[in-house]
């Protein structure tokens, strides 16, 4: 093939028309990188800094109520550990997951004893070091008796603030650190009840 020839057929080529996916590929290209680079900040997002979640049970009552949605954020524990009061999510520890529960079921409860705190529920009160806590979040007060136990180290002592009514560290346990996801921060649904928790 002489070198005209090969000039002639690409030119050739080069005038063939375009298909309709290469013509929509051309116009859209920069819509679809957009889209992509969205779609993987949502991810990245969601992995590591907040992602939303959805309150399905009544263990948090009056706090937060059957399909109340939360945005629960991650960084927080990396710089402080949690504090007594914090609404943390977690997956279940080892002795909610050999009653069923699924590592993907995430709970919410309140943190009540920090890591060398003694922790003592008794006569309808909470109490932390032998001190009685003033809750004014809760439901009603406990009607059963637990502890005193001391909160191991890297471990926690959380309980619903429907206490009589919340499958919590009286029942299993403590939590560990490393199964805290993250923290509850804003309510954001229903609109009539948006804002912190």
């Known amino acids: ?15 063939l028309p375009e298909s309709w996916w290469q013509k929509a590929w051309k116009s859209q290209r920069e819509n ?8 993987g900040l949502a991810i990245v997002i969601r992995a590591f800094v907040a992602e939303p979640r959805y309150i399905p049970s009544d263990s948090m009552i009056p706090t937060l109520h059957v399909g109340d949605r939360v945005v629960v954020e991650k960084i927080s524990y990396y ?5 007594t009061g914090d609404i943390v999510v977690f997956a279940p520890p080892e002795k909610l ?10 709970f919410i409860k309140r943190v009540i004893g920090l890591p ?3 922790v003592t529920v008794k006569k309808g009160l909470v109490y932390l070091n ?7 979040y809760i439901a009603e007060r406990p009607k059963y008796q637990w502890g005193p136990y001391r909160v191991p180290e890297n471990q926690y002592f959380v309980m619903g603030d429907n206490r ?5 560290s009286s029942r299993w346990g403590f939590l560990p650190k490393q199964n805290i996801i993250g923290r509850a ?3 954001f649904w229903p609109l009539e009840r948006i804002g912190q928790v």
């Open 116 to 118: 060398g705190q003694t």
């Open 130 to 136: 032998d001190q009685p806590l003033v809750e004014k």
């Open 79 to 83: 710089l402080e550990p949690p504090k």
């Open 164 to 168: 009589n009514n919340s499958n919590d």
């Open 97 to 106: 997951q050999e009653q069923g529960f699924t590592q993907d079921q995430a």
């Open 32 to 39: 679809l990188q957009i889209v992509i680079i969205a779609l």
């Open 1 to 15: 093939m002489t070198s005209e020839e090969k000039n002639l057929g690409t030119e050739v080529a080069g005038n």
């Open 185 to 187: 921060v804003v309510r």
